[in-house]
């Protein structure tokens, strides 16, 4: 059984390279190094930093690597390049020279394994391409560098001519290369059809193999555990399964499937809980809104709705978990909808912090508000503020904390100059006995909104400086209705301490912006833990 950090099995990262061809991303070198410092604190074997020489911000990354600007504790630093060009020598070959320019101690060469590949893009001869694996690998092995090839296509080569591939990896592995990627570049295999080519090549050769999926049939992380239950003892993915088309095999998918179901500690287990943290981060850096749903890393991945699950998730957690959460670092969530009993409840509240274990009239009034609301179009499953409000208010009645109260407000929208649209609101609250009016301006009513009443607060919930909007999300509940459609308005709302969402639905945008609104501020005010003055 291999162990974290040994050399008999490696968790190669390319995130970095094959990652970056998604859509939409577009790493600095800055970012590059960020990214490889997150990606070391998971544990990886490798970090494949990109092209050098082909790319001037790959090129960058790699000389600032080579400075001294990027320390890994546990990841080895990967150039990648092709072989030499048909017709030069290696020592000729400018790419060859950018790749040992890189620094680097390891070196993945990408080398045509489908005949059709090497006559028809590449334009070359059989005997050439084998050529140009050998050259290049002897090469960069005579210059110190640890050498794995991937061979681009083997899959469908090797379903074209079961021979040409397997020549590639012998031209390689006779030349020193330590490893073999074969590569399901166009994403088409299905992880029976993996496991078979995996262990007919390792079968034939005896060659050390590894996997690189493509997700393109939503199969790329169960395809690499085929591969690695055949004899694979090399796996390649990104963080995210970020990738070109449908993407690469998820990193941390992988990871978790490895450790947690197939009982191969490939990463050290202190790094295991930071596999959450590092692929949101990741996900900030890349300018993508991190996946909810994502195996293992995402915010939903132990998010339980149904009544019936919670009932039994009361009872054991394992009942409805596959593994324990916090092991890849994640934590379990209940989620309170109109499909919410009375255990989703208790379990709700419990995460926040509230005991309802002795409180089974309250939590039967919960139960009822809950499922009226989100029959009227609330969703609280994405609001755990305007959720806590509502079962603090069922536990207080008219002994909670009232922070002020609405007299009236009022919303104006004026077009000044053709383009320009400036909101006014006006609020009227009581407030600690006093009658407070106060107007502002804003780029949209909501914005105008929310200044006024921070404006009539602010001296006496000083705290409120502190808190501010940071999201805002309109959705039309049913669009047969067109303008007379009810609204669903989510706030998010941060102290920078934290953050929390709230919820306002009604038939009027404003009034559902309002609602959601009230509840950020009053919630805010709670944290903060400001007098009531009503």
């Keep these: 059984m291999p162990t974290a950090q040994d050399d008999t099995f490696h968790v190669f990262d390319t995130t970095l390279r094959d990652g970056g061809q998604r859509e939409g991303i577009s790493y600095s070198a800055t970012d590059k190094i960020a990214v490889a410092r997150l990606l070391d604190d998971v544990g990886v074997g490798f970090i494949e930093g990109g092209w050098p020489g082909a790319l001037p911000t790959d090129t960058e990354f790699f000389a600032r690597a080579a400075r001294g600007e990027l320390e890994l504790r546990h990841a080895r630093l990967v150039a990648f390049g092709a072989t030499r060009k048909a017709g030069v020598r290696v020592q000729d070959d400018k790419q060859v020279a ?24 590449l334009r070359t001869t059989y005997e050439e391409n084998l050529a140009m694996v050998r050259d290049t690998v002897a090469y960069l092995v ?11 296509h083997f899959f469908d080569g090797y379903a074209h001519d079961r021979d040409y591939g397997v020549r590639v990896l012998a031209a390689a592995f006779e030349s020193g290369a330590d490893v073999g990627v074969l590569c399901d570049t166009n994403g088409g295999m ?49 963080a995210n399964g970020y990738g070109e088309r449908a993407g690469n095999a998820d990193l941390f998918a992988i990871i978790g499937g490895l450790v947690t179901k197939m009982n191969r500690p490939v990463v050290p287990a202190e790094c295991l809980p930071e596999l959450v943290r590092v692929s949101h981060a990741i996900a900030e850096i890349a300018n993508i809104a991190p996946d909810t749903h994502q195996p293992y890393v995402g915010a939903s991945a132990f998010a339980h709705k149904a009544g019936l699950h919670a009932s039994a998730i009361k009872v054991s957690p394992e009942l409805y978990n596959h593994m324990e959460p916090a092991v890849v670092g994640n934590d379990m969530r209940i989620l309170v909808t109109e499909m919410a009993g009375r255990a989703s409840i208790e379990l709700k509240a419990r995460e926040l912090g509230i005991d309802l274990t002795n409180e089974p009239e309250a939590v039967g009034r919960v139960v009822t508000r809950v499922k009226e609301l989100e029959a009227a179009g609330s969703s ?7 959720f806590e409000l509502l079962v603090r208010s069922e536990l207080e009645g008219s002994e909670g904390p009232t922070f002020f109260r609405l007299e009236s ?72 209705f067109g303008t007379d459609a009810v609204t669903r308005v989510l706030i998010d709302t941060t102290d920078h301490k934290g953050e929390w969402t709230t919820v306002g639905v009604h038939g009027n945008v404003i009034e559902a912006s309002w609602r959601a609104l009230i509840d950020a501020l009053n919630y805010g005010l709670r944290r903060a833990g400001a007098p009531a003055l009503v």
Excluded: W
Aim: glycine share 8%; charged share 25%; net charge negative.
């Design 98 to 121: 950018a790749l040992l320019a890189a620094q680097t101690p390891v070196v993945c060469l990408v080398a045509k394994s489908d005949v059709r590949h090497v006559t028809d893009a």
């Design 190 to 238: 299905l992880p029976m059809g993996v496991g078979q080519v995996v262990s007919e090549v390792i079968e034939r050769t005896g060659f050390r193999v590894g996997m690189h999926a493509q997700d393109d049939t939503a199969c790329a992380v169960a395809n690499t555990l085929a591969a690695v239950e055949a004899g694979a003892t090399h796996v390649q993915g990104t």
């Design 409 to 480: 407000y009022r919303v104006l929208v004026e077009q000044r100059e053709p383009g320009e649209a400036v909101s006014e609101a006006t609020v009227k609250l009581a407030v600690d006995g006093e009658r407070v009016i106060a107007t502002a301006e804003g780029n949209g009513p909501v914005s105008a909104l929310d200044r006024a009443l921070r404006q009539a607060l602010a001296t006496f919930y000083p705290s409120l400086a502190d808190v501010e909007l940071a999201d805002y999300k309109v959705r039309i509940l049913d669009g047969r």
């Design 142 to 152: 005579g210059e110190g560098r640890r050498v794995f090839l991937d061979c681009e």
């Design 380 to 386: 609280f499953e994405a609001a755990d503020a305007s």
